[in-house]
């Protein structure tokens, strides 16, 4: 289980994953949605969007990246006391500049006077969103403009110079700890709040009105952003990124400079990024291989907070229990399962051992096989809710095991990196339908699927009655593989961008349309349900 460094909570009162907790970002790269603990509709959005804006901050600041390039060499085992060590200092002298940030820009996606509402009764985070909004000064200024003030000083903040000597001395003589918060990112914003900067920008914003005439600064709506058209869009954000923020930036980075804190200076935030992977290599050249740090402004139709980090915990993983493949040929009805007009069938399911201990708390003497190929069923106790496992012979194939249920249909499920396994793909090859749950990146396998040349379509359905939050369900079927049903659940946020990612990406190479959910509806319907109804996290970083 991912770690997590930036806890959102409501009001402090969580410390862990399992209570309270709303989300919470690991400060490397994944972030997690608690989504029994969020309300539909603005707050699931809300919450989504300020954990991805805590992974697009630290990905994108030199503080942030100094940070989770040291915790995850520790985590590969590389100084792994020292940096995890520097990891958690980082994160200690960060934590409200991070927040300030995640919350003000989180804001934008219900509007400021809504996102207040939500974070009623939430001292903490309504302390957060005010300081972020203060940030700009005191005018009554567009949303757009004071939202992009706020990301620079917050930026600046996460950009002492101090680093850059860090970083030429390399992972390997980097201190167990930074030496006092004095320059780090919590500091720096404190100092800048103390020296009046943010009464500064409103003779900046005058100056860029006047020189700029033709991009209305001083006009638009102090509540929330209006975004123009697909066709107006790039240029809008070429402009608040190369001139807007740039200047913005460059504005509170002079000052902390007047102040004896230095700030790594817009320019060189691109030689910074190179100089930082190239300390990662001296020290573990396959990680600095496997990275991709973004120093320039992303395609439009890239995800920048990127959705396909976001796992969503739908519970805490259900004690299982394993019975022996003779006991459960014994006892076949006994993994009966009934879908909404009272038929039975059975779900069947073949599972990688990694896959099935992290959705699963398996009982103590009872560890999974490699793989897992079992019947599954829910079963209620006096203690509470888990699932029973009831193993299949030895190379079991769907075929194989529906002809022992005879007249009682078996309902196949495996998972995207389960079938990275060799033998699980032969086992399931030309059974159908399988469905696949997608639990590696997606957005990866749709262009290798396409650059292969296969057809595939795509089709898009929000999951009614979907406990708990809403989530949409991705479908994919490939003409390479008949037989498998791809399946992705997320968030609406986060299944919208990727679906509108794709669609923009690959055009008429997708073909796009909920045909082939709807024509099948009924099983689509039962896996979604078992899925939904016993996996503990949804996520697509199986891999990792």
Not at 334 to 347: L, N
Request: net charge negative; hydrophobic share 45%; proline share 6%.
């Amino acid at each position: 289980m991912h770690r997590v460094a930036y806890r959102c909570d409501r009001d402090g009162l969580a410390d862990t994953l399992r209570e309270g907790l709303l989300g919470g970002y690991d400060g490397m790269g994944t972030w997690t949605l608690v989504l029994r603990n969020i309300g539909n509709g603005d707050e699931q959005l809300m919450v989504g969007t300020h954990e991805g804006l805590h992974h697009e901050f630290q990905a994108s600041s030199p503080f942030g990246l100094v940070a989770a390039m040291g915790a995850l060499l520790a985590r590969r085992g590389y100084r792994a006391s020292t940096l995890d060590e520097l990891f958690e200092s980082m994160v200690e002298y960060s934590t409200a500049t991070h927040e300030t940030f995640a919350t003000t820009l989180s804001a934008s996606v219900t509007g400021v006077e809504r996102a207040r509402k939500l974070l009623s009764g939430n001292v903490a985070y309504t302390a957060h969103l005010t300081r972020g909004h203060a940030l700009a000064g005191p005018s009554v200024l567009p949303w757009r403009v004071r939202e992009t003030a706020a990301a620079a000083t917050l930026r600046v903040c996460m950009a002492p110079a101090e680093l850059l000597e860090l970083v030429d001395n390399g992972f390997g003589r980097m201190p167990h700890r930074l030496p006092s918060r004095t320059g780090c990112p919590d500091d720096r914003l404190a100092a800048f709040e103390r020296a009046g900067g943010p009464g500064g920008f409103a003779d900046l914003f005058r100056d860029l009105a006047a020189e700029f005439p033709e991009r209305g600064i001083g006009e638009g709506d102090p509540d929330w952003r209006h975004l123009p058209d697909d066709d107006e869009l790039d240029d809008l954000r070429e402009f608040e990124e190369d001139v807007l923020l740039r200047r913005c930036y460059d504005y509170a980075a002079g000052v902390l400079d007047d102040l004896g804190l230095a700030t790594v200076p817009w320019t060189e935030q691109k030689p910074w990024t190179e100089a930082l992977k190239g300390a990662v290599a001296e020290v573990d050249a396959e990680l600095a291989q496997r990275l991709s740090i973004v120093a320039e402004r992303r395609p439009i139709s890239d995800d920048g907070l990127e959705f396909d980090r976001q796992n969503i915990r739908l519970r805490a993983p259900w004690p299982a229990g394993i019975v022996s493949a003779e006991a459960t040929l014994a006892s076949l009805p006994s993994f009966y399962s009934w879908d909404v007009d009272g038929d039975p069938h059975v779900c069947g399911v073949w599972l990688s051992r990694k896959i099935a201990t992290r959705q699963f708390a398996f009982l103590e003497g009872m560890p999974p096989p490699e793989p897992l190929t079992a019947l599954m069923v829910p079963v209620r106790t006096p203690e509470g809710e888990g699932t029973i496992f009831g193993l299949l012979p030895d190379g079991c194939t769907p075929q194989h095991a529906q002809g022992l249920l005879e007249a009682v249909p078996l309902l196949a499920i495996t998972t995207h990196f389960t079938l990275t396994d060799d033998r699980v793909a032969a086992l399931l090859h030309g059974a159908e339908p399988v469905f696949v749950l997608m639990d590696l990146p997606v957005a990866w396998h749709v262009a290798d699927w396409i650059r292969q040349g296969a057809g595939v379509a795509m089709g898009l359905l929000p999951l009614e009655g979907a406990e708990d939050g809403a989530l949409w369900l991705l479908a994919f079927a490939v003409d390479r593989a008949p037989n498998c049903r791809f399946l992705h659940i997320g968030t609406r946020e986060a299944v919208a961008l990727l679906f509108e990612q794709l669609r923009r990406r690959h055009g008429d190479l997708l073909t796009i349309g909920d045909d082939m959910i709807r024509q099948d509806w009924g099983a689509w319907n039962v896996a979604v349900n078992h899925v939904l109804g016993a996996w503990s996290v949804l996520g697509q970083d199986a891999a990792e």
